[in-house]
């Protein structure tokens, strides 16, 4: 019997792997289709001042709604999208449009769009968002990219020549997740970033914790050492933005400031904003 209930789980274990990789295709068709017909959307997180609590600027984050797979994670779709060759035309649509709609905005406004790792190996990924931004007539100098540490070491060099014909044109670049993943510091050196961004982990424990307290501050002196910016991620409490402040960092991201929402309900953040009311909407 025993026997018997091990292969039972064996072949359980399997049918699970199964399912679990026919929905990963059953996602990627309808992603390829959803992607010719220009429905993946972009929506913009805000990024404040921390001090005044005033927009610097706006994360754009990929959206997607399936008609029969409803709304698909970021989380889900972005990795297959980067396993199965759908990432560049995802992110050259996604641009395009973050771009049209951020064009309008005003212009001391920036706007942050994250690179995949496997779009750092790609050396059309730098042509493609040029000739994006020529196109809709976004000015460069207000685009900022995100890429990670993982996203460096596939091929470094790659990636410096990708990035390099991009601060040409006055794009900036910032290093995203910072604190996760395979962080060195070396990396720093060798690459030269215009801001950091802190990884919410640390800023979930910031209150309770004093190493993710120590950490932080570290990392903001020396980014204020190197002249980078700084943007701490994942802030959802007014008492973990009021201790950043008095940390010493400029900038954040995170619930309490706005969730990421469509190009027209940025257009309430940006009111909001003027007014100096996003202090009291977060609440
Ligand atoms: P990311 O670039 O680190 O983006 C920040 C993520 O944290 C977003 O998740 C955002 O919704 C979430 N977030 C922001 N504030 C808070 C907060 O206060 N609390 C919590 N718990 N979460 C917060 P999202 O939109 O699900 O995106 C996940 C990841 O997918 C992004 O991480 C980014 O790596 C990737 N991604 C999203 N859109 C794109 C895209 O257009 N292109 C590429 N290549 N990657 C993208
Ligand atoms: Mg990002
Ligand atoms: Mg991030
Ligand atoms: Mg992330």
Known sequence: ????????????????????????????????????????????????????????????????????????????????????????????????????????????LFLSFNLSPSQLVDQNTGLHILATLDRTGFDPRRLEIEITETGLMNDPASAEKIVENLRRVGIRVALDDFGTGQSSLGRLREFHFDKLKIDRAFVSSILDDRPSEHIIRAILA???????????????????????????????????????????????YLRDSFRGALRVKAI
Do not use: N
């Not at 409803?70 to 199965?84: C, H, L, W």
């Open 222 to 268: 020396m980014c204020e050492g190197l002249g980078m910016d700084v943007v701490t991620e994942g802030i959802e409490q007014e008492a973990q933005a009021e201790r950043l402040v008095q940390f010493g960092c400029a900038g954040g991201q995170g619930f309490l400031f706005g969730r990421p929402v469509d190009a027209d309900a940025t257009l309430g």
């Open 1 to 108: 019997h025993a026997k018997r209930s091990g292969r039972g789980r064996v072949v359980v274990y399997s049918r699970e792997m199964e399912e679990a990789a026919k929905r990963v295709t059953r996602i990627e068709q309808a992603l390829r289709r959803a992607v010719s017909a220009g429905e993946v959307e972009p929506h913009f997180q805000p990024i404040v001042d921390l001090r005044t609590r005033r927009i610097i600027g706006f994360e754009t984050l990929a959206r997607w709604t399936d008609g029969d797979l409803g709304s698909v994670p970021a989380t889900v779709f972005i990795p297959i999208a980067e396993e199965r060759g759908i990432i560049g035309p995802l992110s050259q649509l996604v641009l395009r449009k973050a771009a049209e709609a951020a064009r309008s905005w005003p212009k001391d």
